[in-house]
């Protein structure tokens, strides 16, 4: 089973059910123009015809991923055991696996807590899962006000001590802004094609 990353607050709109849509960069040169939406198998070209390139989604529909969370691992290799939780769960989960030896930095006979990146979650210690409902590749400055909420990002409303609406923030710049900070300042104005990828939790 493929895993699939989110930062921290957007996993938490996952669990919340207030975010049930990701999208996710397609690599492709600025000079595609167009791609034409397919059912396993996706084509990028130029309207010239000069390119053209036959893309794949990494996620296809019907298919359940697994989220990747950040997660700290205790481990007493001298007995070949140990434990991993969660920044938000007091709840360990024990593991009792040799391969899990490759997570630690430190030699196999200390014990200790470490912090690992999602990057190194397995599958059998995973808490969420999503199935893919839709694929679909569009550019990214398509995203409407709807899919912006879809996204995790409703209209965010700032009071003052008197209840008075000082600040508002439509949903596509709170997706803007989260998508420059995670891709890079001004990402969002290079209007990439991105796959939209809908989704709902899986209860396990």
């Known amino acids: 089973m493929q895993g699939i990353l989110f930062k921290q607050d957007m996993i938490k709109a996952i669990v919340e059910l207030r975010k049930t849509v990701t999208r996710r960069a397609i690599k492709l040169p600025h000079t595609c123009d167009s791609v034409r939406n397919g059912v396993n198998t996706w084509v990028a070209y130029e309207a ?3 390119y053209q390139e036959y893309i794949k989604p990494r996620y296809r529909v019907g298919e359940t ?3 990747k969370e950040a997660h700290y691992a205790y481990g007493y290799w001298v007995f070949s055991h140990g434990w991993i939780f969660f920044r938000d769960d007091e ?3 024990q593991f009792a696996d040799l391969e899990w ?6 030699p196999s006979t200390q014990e200790g807590w470490y912090k690992r990146s999602p990057l190194f979650l397995p599958e059998q210690f995973a808490r ?3 199935k893919i409902t839709d694929v679909r590749a569009e550019r990214l400055q398509e995203i409407t006000p709807l899919e912006a909420v879809k996204e995790g990002f409703p209209c965010y409303l700032e009071y003052n001590d008197k209840w008075e609406c000082i600040k508002t923030i ?3 710049d709170r997706f803007r802004d989260k998508w420059d900070s995670i891709n890079g300042k001004g990402d969002f104005a290079l209007n990439k094609w991105v796959f939209r990828y809908e989704f709902e939790v899986v209860i396990k």
Request: charged share 5%; proline share 5%; aromatic share 20%.
């Open 91 to 93: 709840m360990a989960i």
């Open 170 to 172: 439509a949903p596509v």
């Open 128 to 130: 969420y899962f999503l």
């Open 101 to 106: 030896q490759h997570a630690f930095t430190k």
């Open 48 to 50: 010239l015809g000069i």
């Open 65 to 67: 991923v697994y989220i």
